[in-house]
């Protein structure tokens, strides 16, 4: 479950990426509310590891780092 907060609505892209810089799942693109959200990755079909997440909204860009544990 990844868990992120809005201060105002806006355009975010919510994307994972895997070592290599990969696109490997898109998990939200589009005009989000403000406030508190959740989206679940579901991560079966890919292998443990470390993956990065990217998330874009208005001019900011943050990446986090996780590591997949199966």
Do not use: M
């Not at 508190?36 to 208005?58: M, P, Q, R, V």
């Amino acid at each position: 479950t990844i868990k992120y907060g809005l201060p105002r609505d806006s355009d975010v892209s919510l994307s994972v990426f895997d070592v290599q810089g990969r696109l490997v799942s898109e998990l939200s693109k589009g005009f989000t509310t403000a406030g508190y959200h959740e989206i679940i990755w579901d991560a079966t079909s890919f292998s443990s590891g470390l993956y990065f997440i990217k998330c874009s909204a208005n001019s900011k860009v943050i990446t986090q780092k996780i590591v997949l544990i199966k």
